[in-house]
């Protein structure tokens, strides 16, 4: 970010996060909400971890191990197939 736009990480107290909802209501219309929160950043690891959802965080580590291994079995895959 810092090469880009001139951002310096160190330097920020806050981040903005946003989640977009696209949803169909019961009439049949669409809909989209969206949430916005700025959240204050911490250097400290007891402050960021005391503070984590940590199911949040093994489920995003569970996805990408799983992903992780399918792509190492597919590359097993293909090299039984080339031999």
Not at 36 to 42: A, N
Request: hydrophobic share 40%; net charge negative.
């Amino acid at each position: 970010l810092k090469d880009n736009f001139n951002i310096d990480l160190g330097k920020l107290n806050q981040l903005p996060f946003q989640l977009q909802v696209l949803y169909t209501a019961v009439d049949g219309s669409k809909a989209l909400r969206v949430l916005t929160q700025l959240k204050e950043t911490t250097e400290k690891r007891e402050v960021a971890e005391q503070n984590a959802f940590r199911s949040v965080i093994a489920e995003n580590h569970i996805r990408s191990t799983a992903n992780d291994m399918m792509v190492l079995s597919e590359d097993e895959n293909d090299s039984i197939v080339d031999t």
